[in-house]
């Protein structure tokens, strides 16, 4: 089949994407801004066999996913600020047990039931933080439809990869928004299928013993090996234990296993870096406004460059201080209030990192980052 | 029943307190899949948090150990995914019915076949003696150290109204009763609900003066009796033990088919 041109909402590219990557089972449920995906999965997954679920709540649509995804299959959910908030406790049960899945959270204004239908990135540090304990996560974010796309693929490679949930942080511009897209023909974007243990019947299988690459290959419920899964610490054979030792080495496993493959994990755009003095690092909807600034400044023969992240965790530390060396400006664009500038001040010497953003519910526009630019570099308002 | 060749021996001894009623449960839990002769890999168990939910631990199925009052809806997303297998949740009062309760009623209206078992030791035991829904009014517990003002879930009637299609209710002093009416429940096609009663000498009984267990499975004895009893007419204080519903309505996953071949024609 050809690759196929559309013009559709980002939430559907989403289902599209991740239709593409295998996916064939997915529970819900409705919230603003990111129904669409439940609906469109409503009528797509039947059509090619698969199982669609409305759960009662968010909380029992992350746990129904947990269990599909230990029967094999590749699975996902959607859902919108105060649905993730309660998404919390299945997320950090995914993580504790390895389970992999998807999450999608297409932002909207926070807090609590906050801007239901105004555009925002204010979940940014949720994402990172919000279960309890230790942890480590992989949030990836995209800017345009086609990326959407990749990216949505790429999270259901590394849940697979890793053996651990994503979270697709989308905003409600880029969920809502038409635009073109180009469907990629199959085989195109690589996939990484469900690795499964090669331990005969009747062999002890150890379904949370790492193999030298660190990979943990799995077996199906319903195959023959039948073991115990739990959001306790756990030893080799998933059964609860409490020794210091063991817990010990699940907890730098789980920590480790993503924060040691930052470079290998990690993806973002790079638009004039070369001689940039002014770099702007921005993600989502907003690097849509700052790339619009970016490319008419440099027009002008402005020295504006824009580093778009597409991973904001675990976050790339070292690729930002690499890239923004050598500028003498670095500017965070976003749609909270400094929830990546944060990290970025980590990264570089603190006085040359700024921040523009909106926090109105209101999409940040190019003249919203023009205007503080100039008050940035020192040209008045 | 060679019952070595159902439990992980290795994860043994349990964790539950001498007297309490579980370890009979998990027993005849076993007795009726043996007696049903089915394959150990095809079934799932899924629990929840608390004392019951330990149980999965200990039988060599496949077994999830889920987060506290979710394990029916950890256990939709595996039926669902993989129709073939079968289910048998485990849960306690307070994880069914406090915490699990929307997962419990929902399951229940949806009929999704799997075989949802309360183990109703009428208090939270992991957590050390607090009321749960199923308590009831008059009870002490440490957190109703004056008289528990909640009044308690009928869970019978409960899953009735919310559409199970299979209810059944007994108490661990009636042992063969627990097997029988897991061997129905597993076969009914459809979401079934036992109850089952079972004792807590550690804090149920210590708070409310219930004695040992053998004095708190005595009082099991004497105080349910078979659904339309005489006793039960005499008596209505009598708790009813046996199958209140068991009707045969459209099952969850058949009815996902019929979508699946609505959307593909």
């Known amino acids: 089949m050809p690759d196929l041109v559309k013009f559709i909402q980002g939430n559907q590219v989403v289902v599209e994407a991740a239709l593409y990557a295998g996916l064939d089972f997915y529970a819900g449920y409705p919230i603003t801004p990111s129904t669409e995906i439940t609906e469109h999965m409503a009528t797509r997954l039947p059509q090619i066999g698969g199982k669609f679920l409305q759960m009662e709540d968010e909380i029992s649509s992350i746990c129904a996913i947990i269990g599909a995804s230990l029967t094999g299959h590749k699975v996902l959910t959607a859902t919108s600020g105060p649905g993730y908030s309660l998404m919390q406790e299945g997320l950090g049960y995914a993580i504790m047990a390895e389970i992999p899945c998807v999450i999608v959270n297409v932002q909207r204004g926070g807090p609590s039931t906050g801007l239901p239908t105004g555009p925002s990135q204010g ?41 651990t949930p994503v979270i697709l942080l989308f905003d409600e511009v880029v969920g809502h928004m038409r635009e073109k897209i180009i469907l990629p023909e199959k085989g195109k974007l690589p996939l990484v299928e469900r690795l499964r243990t090669s331990v005969k019947k009747g062999v002890d299988y150890h379904p949370y013993l790492p193999r030298e690459d660190g990979r943990l290959p799995m077996s199906d419920f319903g195959s023959e090996h039948r073991y115990n899964v739990t959001g306790l610490a756990h030893d080799m054979w998933g059964f609860p234990t409490s020794n210091p030792g063991v817990v010990h ?15 290998t994990i990690e993806k973002h755009k790079e638009y004039y870096l070369e001689d940039a003095r002014t770099i702007l690092i921005s993600y989502g909807a907003s690097a849509r406004s700052a790339l619009h600034v970016v490319e008419s400044r440099r027009r002008r023969g402005e020295r504006l460059g824009l580093l778009e992240l597409q991973t904001l965790w675990p976050f790339p530390f070292g690729m930002i201080r690499e890239k923004c060396e050598n500028a003498r400006y670095v500017v965070v664009v976003e749609m909270n209030m400094g929830q990546i500038l944060e990290p970025v001040k980590m990264s570089l010497p603190p006085d040359k990192v700024f921040l523009i953003n909106r926090v109105d519910g209101v999409f940040i526009t190019p003249t919203d980052i023009r205007n503080m630019l100039r008050i940035i570099h020192g040209k008045g308002v | 029943m060679p019952v070595k060749d159902y439990i992980r021996e290795r994860f043994f001894p349990h964790i539950w307190c001498s007297g309490c009623g579980h370890g009979i449960i998990l027993n005849n839990m076993l007795r009726a899949v043996e007696e049903l002769d089915m394959d150990k890999s095809d079934i799932v168990m899924v629990s929840g948090i608390g004392c019951s939910a330990r149980i999965s631990g200990y039988v060599d199925f496949h077994t999830l150990h889920t987060l506290h009052g979710r394990a029916l809806a950890f256990a939709t997303g595996v039926k669902m995914s993989q129709p073939k297998l079968k289910l048998m949740v485990p849960m306690g009062d307070g994880d069914a019915l406090a915490i699990g309760g929307n997962h419990f009623i929902h399951a ?23 009321f749960s829904p199923l308590s009831g009014y008059g009870t002490l517990a440490t957190t109703a150290p004056y008289s528990n003002i909640d009044h308690n879930f009928d869970v019978v ?36 609900v036992i109850e089952i009663l079972s004792q807590c000498p550690t804090y149920f009984s210590r708070k409310n003066n219930m004695g040992g267990q053998i004095e708190m499975m005595e009082w099991y004895k004497n105080n349910t009796t078979r659904i339309g009893s005489k006793a039960k007419q005499e008596n209505p204080q009598l708790i009813e033990r046996g199958i209140f519903v068991q009707r045969d309505m459209p099952e969850y996953c058949d009815e996902y088919d019929k979508v699946i071949e609505a959307a593909q024609k």
């Open chain 2, 108 to 130: 229940a209206r949806r009929n999704i076949d799997m075989t949802a078992i309360v183990m109703n030791n009428r208090i939270y035991g992991m957590t050390g003696g607090q």
């Open chain 1, 249 to 263: 080495g699940l907890m730098h496993h789980l920590v480790d296993k993503i924060n040691n493959r930052v470079y």
């Open chain 2, 157 to 192: 009637a409960l899953a009735q109204a919310a559409g199970a299609s299979f209810v059944a209710r007994t108490t661990t002093f009636h042992a063969r009763q627990i097997t029988d009416l897991i061997k129905q429940a597993i076969e009914h096609r459809g979401f079934s």
């Open chain 1, 123 to 163: 979940d940014v540090s949720q994402a990172r933080h919000g279960t309890h304990g230790d942890h480590a996560i992989i949030v990836m974010t995209a800017s345009n439809h086609q990326d959407i796309f990749e990216i949505t693929v790429e999270a259901f490679n590394l849940a697979e990869t890793y053996r």
